[in-house]
């Protein structure tokens, strides 16, 4: 069975990762000195978070491994804990399982890796600061995607690190390098598509990606545009052309629709017709429908935009 693309690509030296330059920049002095402060690494999910932490903990470990008789990467699994706070996150966890790991006499310095931390308890997180305080042998590592969830007693005790989503550029690079290890040819505008949908979020784009090529080994826009679920451009700058008619625009509208897009899909369009247009007016429209749509996802609100941007 064909291995899932986004591990079979993932990063494994720091110098790999793509974007977020600064904090990759950070991290490669991290791997040279011995001490480094608890962590807190916080933004959109796919944008290398773990990853990078997974190759900061492997460079540190390797370049340790001073025992050749030493079983491989036994000292990395005597001393890394890796957790994902949302399957164990209740202060049971922290006073067991976390606790005992701390305990332990070793003499490397201890990490302990908790993913999706934002999904922690209270009292897990007060629990955890004081654990926090008491370990100096141990350094903490928190990853979320939410820092406003991570209790203020505990962001004051660490170095916050905030990732960026990946710039389009950036996301077209990694789209184009596992294309080419893997024999697929990307017409230009489906990478361009494939960035634009993903949102910075390299793990959706490779995924995208992967499924693209499991169709076809030469993926075109046509298909492209099919399995990402973005309607066509042309059709909503038609829809918004100011020689229609509001019953034109509403029955192109009304056709998306029939085509199985969603309200959130077609706002995000509107909203990108604006930006290339330079139309104030229609960004701010477009705004507004997608903060309407967050809220009660119907196509009156479509219908109010497109009478209010045709009379305007």
């Given at each position: ?48 978070k773990?990853?990078l932490i ?12 001073k ?18 706070a ?7 966890v ?5 606790k ?6 070793l003499?490397?310095l ?16 007060q ?14 590592i ?6 406003s ?5 505990i ?17 077209k ?5 596992i ?8 017409d ?11 949102e910075?979020?390299a ?5 995208l ?13 046509e ?18 052309s ?5 019953p ?14 969603s ?9 990108k ?13 477009a ?15 479509f ?10």
């Open positions: 069975m064909e291995l899932v693309w986004v591990e079979k690509y993932r990063p494994k030296e720091i110098e790999d990762i793509v974007g977020n330059e600064a904090i990759v920049d950070v991290f490669k002095i991290f791997s040279k000195e011995e001490s480094m402060p608890h962590l807190i690494l916080t933004g959109a999910p796919g944008i290398g773990t990853t997974g190759c900061l903990i492997s460079r540190i470990f390797k370049d340790d491994q025992d050749p008789k030493d079983p491989k990467d036994q000292k990395k699994k005597d001393c890394v804990l890796e957790m994902n949302s399957d164990e996150r209740g202060v049971e922290v006073r067991t399982k976390i005992a790991f701390l305990q332990k006499k003499d490397h201890r990490f302990l890796i908790l993913d999706e931390s934002d999904a922690m308890t209270p009292a897990a997180q629990s955890m600061r004081r654990l926090l305080e008491k370990h100096t042998d141990a350094r903490f928190f990853i979320c995607n939410d820092i969830k991570i209790a203020d007693t962001q004051s005790r660490c170095a916050i690190l905030r990732f960026s989503p990946l710039s389009p550029t950036d996301t690079r990694i789209i184009k390098r294309a080419q290890a893997e024999g697929v040819t990307v230009e505008p489906s990478a361009d598509l494939i960035a634009e949908t993903a910075g979020d793990r959706q784009a490779i995924n990606l992967q499924t693209l090529a499991s169709i076809s080994k030469t993926v075109k826009i298909l492209t545009r099919k399995m990402s679920h973005i309607p066509p451009t042309s059709a909503v700058e038609q829809m918004l100011k020689d229609r008619t509001l034109q625009a509403i029955a192109s509208l009304d056709a998306l629709f029939e085509e199985g897009y309200c959130e899909d077609v706002a995000k369009l509107v909203f017709v604006g930006k290339d247009r330079s139309d104030l007016f229609l960004l701010e429209e705004s507004k429908l997608l903060l309407r749509i967050s809220h009660s996802p119907a196509p009156i609100h219908y109010a935009l497109l009478h209010q941007y045709l009379s305007f």
